[in-house]
């Protein structure tokens, strides 16, 4: 049976994960309206892999005898105006959700959960990989700046993003 401390820090995550899937809901619906279709799909992977993310939790919290409080999950605001800014804000929500799941982890460790922290290292681990990608973007956007025919050849790129289900825990 999972420590309760433990129970309700999971719970929180779950609720961020949902969260964040809704955040980039939002995002690809504004992409949407610029008809930037490359990036429609960049954020609709986003959605899908949130979406994951939170249903891993889901399933592990059941797993381990735990119960899922499903909480309202906040509107989602999209901060930036330029294609830039937006993915700022990507980049900071990310690194918001890894202190977040570092912080789940020290509940683990607090409460000596071993499982618990082998299960959280495949989150950790993405995290590093979601940073990077959203790093790789902005790195891209920053060196077009306002080159509006660049923009069109990184949407086409971003166009090939697939989501491959993943295997977690
Ligand atoms: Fe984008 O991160 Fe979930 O965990």
Not at 89 to 105: C, G, P
Request: hydrophobic letters at 45%; proline letters at 2%; glycine letters at 4%.
């Amino acid at each position: 049976m999972i420590n309760e401390k433990l129970e309700k820090a999971f719970n929180d995550q779950i609720n961020k994960e949902l969260y964040s899937e809704y955040l980039y809901l939002a995002m690809k619906l504004h992409f949407q309206q610029l008809n930037l279709q490359g990036f429609v799909n960049w954020f609709n992977v986003q959605v899908q892999e949130e979406h994951a993310h939170a249903m891993g939790m889901i399933d592990y919290l059941d797993e381990r005898g735990g119960c899922c409080v499903l909480e309202a999950i906040d509107k989602p605001v999209i901060e930036g105006k330029t294609i830039l800014e937006i993915f700022e804000q990507v980049l900071k929500h990310e690194e918001f959700v890894t202190s977040r799941i570092n912080h789940l982890a020290d509940v683990a460790e607090e409460v000596k959960d071993r499982a618990a922290l082998h299960f959280l290292e495949w989150y950790l681990k993405e995290q590093v990989e979601e940073e990077a990608s959203v790093n790789g973007v902005l790195a891209t956007l920053r060196l077009i700046g306002d080159d509006k025919k660049a923009l069109l050849m990184i949407d086409k790129d971003l166009a090939a993003r697939t989501f491959n289900p993943p295997i977690i825990g």
